[in-house]
């Protein structure tokens, strides 16, 4: 996979990791982690984004990525990134609620607090976009037109009601089509209420979760460790790609 010397030492350190056998750390305040070669990392003060995108024409973003452990990395990222692209910013709003019917229990939630969630596998409140920038598929729209959850996109024109965008993965890519805004709610979710959102089941890609990046292919990744990651296989996944 890694035939360069230089790289050796990485290729070694991938299988010990894949079968288990990376060593471990037993001491605080590491214990429980595994070190990760050198050469993969970057110094302290230097910027992953910059590392990523910081050499890439705009249209080779759609070629890379940063992954995270967290859904609120990957969207700090995705911020950062979109301040880099030319163009003015369009925001569009959701409109949220709890699914119940009870009045009390509706008025116990206001707005400006379901406002504030961005649950796992869900569009934020706030969604910024720029023409050219590129976006992401949250839920499956027509299967058969390959847009499923996952595709990726770049974004042609953006009106109040849809997003024109050209697909860039799977078997529809180079297709332009229309993104309509429609109700949302979480499939997993410890929040103790059904969150309904309407909103455009999008969000933007040059940065997103380990979990969500499986299937995906790119050209230059970078993995952000700011949190550590918490299921098992997580960082192999990451490490792979």
Same mark, same amino acid.
């Given at each position: 996979?890694?035939?360069? @010397?230089?790289?050796? &030492?990485?290729?070694?350190? =991938?299988?010990?990791?894949?079968?288990?056998? /990376?060593?471990?750390?037993?001491? @605080?305040?590491?214990?429980?982690?595994? &070190?990760?070669?050198?050469?993969?990392? +970057?110094? &302290?003060?230097?910027?992953? $984004?910059?590392?990523? %995108?910081?050499?890439?024409?705009?249209?080779?973003?759609?070629?890379?990525?940063?992954?995270?452990?967290?859904?609120?990395?990957?969207?700090?990222?995705?911020? &950062?990134?979109?301040?880099?692209?030319?163009?003015? $910013?369009?925001? !569009?709003?959701?409109?949220?609620?709890?699914?119940? @019917?009870?009045?009390?229990?509706?008025?116990?939630?206001? /707005?400006?607090?379901?406002?504030? =969630?961005?649950?796992?596998?869900?569009?934020?409140?706030?969604?910024? %976009?720029?023409?050219?920038?590129?976006?992401?598929?949250?839920?499956? =729209?027509?299967?058969?037109?390959?847009?499923?959850?996952?595709?990726?996109? *770049?974004?042609?024109?953006?009106?109040?009601? !849809? +997003?024109?965008?050209?697909?860039? #993965?799977?078997?529809?890519?180079? *297709?332009?089509? %229309?993104?309509?805004? +429609?109700?949302?709610?979480?499939?997993?979710?410890?929040?103790? %209420?059904?969150?309904?959102?309407?909103?455009?089941?999008?969000?933007?890609?040059?940065?997103? #979760?380990?979990?969500?990046?499986?299937?995906? #292919?790119?050209?230059?990744?970078? $993995?952000?460790? *700011? *949190?550590?990651?918490?299921?098992?296989?997580?960082?192999?996944?990451?490490? $792979?790609?």
């Amino acid at each position: 996979m890694r035939v360069r @010397d230089g790289e050796r &030492e990485f290729s070694n350190w =991938l299988l010990r990791l894949g079968s288990g056998t /990376v060593f471990v750390k037993e001491e @605080d305040p590491f214990k429980g982690c595994v &070190e990760i070669p050198h050469q993969c990392l +970057i110094r &302290e003060n230097d910027s992953i $984004v910059e590392k990523i %995108f910081g050499d890439a024409e705009q249209d080779d973003y759609a070629k890379r990525v940063i992954l995270t452990p967290t859904n609120v990395d990957s969207l700090s990222i995705n911020e &950062e990134v979109l301040q880099r692209l030319p163009g003015e $910013v369009k925001t !569009y709003l959701s409109a949220d609620q709890v699914e119940t @019917d009870n009045l009390n229990e509706r008025n116990n939630f206001p /707005v400006e607090f379901l406002d504030s =969630l961005t649950p796992s596998g869900m569009p934020p409140h706030s969604l910024k %976009f720029k023409i050219g920038c590129i976006i992401m598929l949250l839920r499956n =729209l027509d299967l058969k037109a390959g847009l499923c959850n996952g595709t990726r996109m *770049k974004v042609c024109a953006l009106q109040n009601n !849809y +997003i024109d965008a050209e697909v860039l #993965t799977g078997v529809s890519a180079g *297709k332009r089509v %229309f993104v309509p805004r +429609i109700q949302l709610a979480p499939s997993d979710s410890n929040l103790p %209420f059904v969150l309904k959102r309407r909103q455009f089941p999008v969000r933007l890609a040059y940065s997103m #979760t380990i979990n969500k990046s499986q299937g995906q #292919t790119f050209d230059r990744l970078g $993995v952000y460790l *700011k *949190k550590p990651c918490f299921t098992h296989g997580q960082l192999y996944v990451a490490c $792979v790609m």
